[in-house]
């Protein structure tokens, strides 16, 4: 199996904060996880609240937990909110089923562990961890659609 690089973590996290500085985004924080939600690196902005690491690492935990984006996690939520609420509980509220969130994929599909964005828009956030997922020369689900591995494009 195997995990994503200190490297790679750091070249995803620097270019979603260089994004967003370009796109005059608020200030971002940025988790990255190896699997089992083990962190390899994180970084906040200036500016940043204090609770961001918690909603960046809520974001790559629900991305990890349900082996989908954070947003699809939101969207099962509206779905299905009896049977999230037990995933919530089941997982000590470590899941933040909001946008941002993604899992982070090696170029043959295989899975490397997940970025979490908090700090803008659900969907600047989002787009900022595909942004960076893809900046380190790695994949994302949509990225690895017509690959062996399955992945979650939809609920």
């Known amino acids: 199996m195997a995990v994503i690089t200190l490297a790679q973590a750091d070249k995803i996290i620097d270019a979603i904060i260089a994004r967003a500085r370009e796109l005059n985004c608020r200030p971002i924080s940025v988790v990255v996880v190896e699997p089992g939600a ?3 690196a994180f970084k906040k902005e200036d500016g ?4 961001r690491f918690e909603m ?3 974001k790559a935990y629900a991305a990890l937990a349900l082996g989908r984006s954070s947003s699809l996690v939101r969207v099962r939520t509206e779905q299905r909110p009896l049977f999230m ?3 919530f509980k089941a997982s000590e509220d470590k899941i933040f089923a909001e946008g941002g969130g993604r899992l982070i994929r090696a170029a043959d599909g295989e899975l490397l562990g997940a970025v979490g ?3 803008d828009k659900e969907e600047q956030d989002e ?3 595909a942004h960076g997922i893809r900046a380190a020369g790695l994949k994302t689900d949509e990225d690895c659609a017509d690959l062996t591995h399955p992945v979650r494009l939809t609920n």
């Open 56 to 58: 960046a690492m809520g």
């Open 127 to 129: 787009t900022l961890a």
């Open 117 to 119: 964005v908090t700090g």
């Open 38 to 40: 083990i962190v390899k």
């Open 48 to 51: 940043s609240a204090m609770l």
């Open 85 to 87: 609420d037990f995933l």
